[in-house]
């Protein structure tokens, strides 16, 4: 069984947002505050600069305070907010960005400073 997973893709299909990945990950409900979470979003992290990406971006409901702290803890800052573009339980959700930028790169294609 496993105790959560995490994982990341496209933030937009358009070559323009190439270098751009927005991550999810999971950890099971009884697993939580263990550092599975944590240790899950650096291997992403390394992962994404490996690969040359710019820019990590995270979609979090709004009243998930644990989530956005970790992230926060990680270096993510907050982007925007989208109001009631969810929904659970019968609720309207709110939807937290924040992004973390992954070089120093001032050129898109350059290889410097990767």
Same mark, same amino acid.
């Given at each position: 069984m496993s105790l959560g997973y995490s994982s990341f893709g496209d933030w937009r299909a358009w070559d323009g947002?190439?270098?751009?990945?927005?991550?999810?990950?999971?950890? $099971? !409900?009884?697993?939580? @505050? =263990?550092?599975?979470?944590? &240790?899950?979003?650096? /291997?992403?992290?390394? $992962? !994404?600069?490996?690969? @040359? =990406?710019?820019?990590?971006? &995270?979609?979090?409901? /709004?009243?998930?305070?644990?989530?956005?702290?970790?992230?926060?803890?990680?270096?993510?800052?907050?982007?925007?907010l989208l109001k009631q573009v969810g929904t659970k339980f019968d609720a309207w959700l709110d939807l937290a960005f924040l992004q973390l930028t992954l070089d120093s790169r001032k050129v898109p294609d350059s290889t410097e400073n990767k």
């Open positions: 947002y190439r270098h751009t990945i927005e991550h999810s990950v999971y950890v $099971r !409900a009884d697993q939580r @505050g =263990k550092g599975i979470g944590k &240790a899950l979003m650096l /291997a992403l992290i390394d $992962r !994404a600069k490996e690969l @040359g =990406k710019h820019v990590m971006v &995270a979609g979090i409901e /709004a009243k998930n305070t644990a989530s956005i702290q970790l992230h926060e803890k990680l270096g993510f800052e907050h982007a925007g």
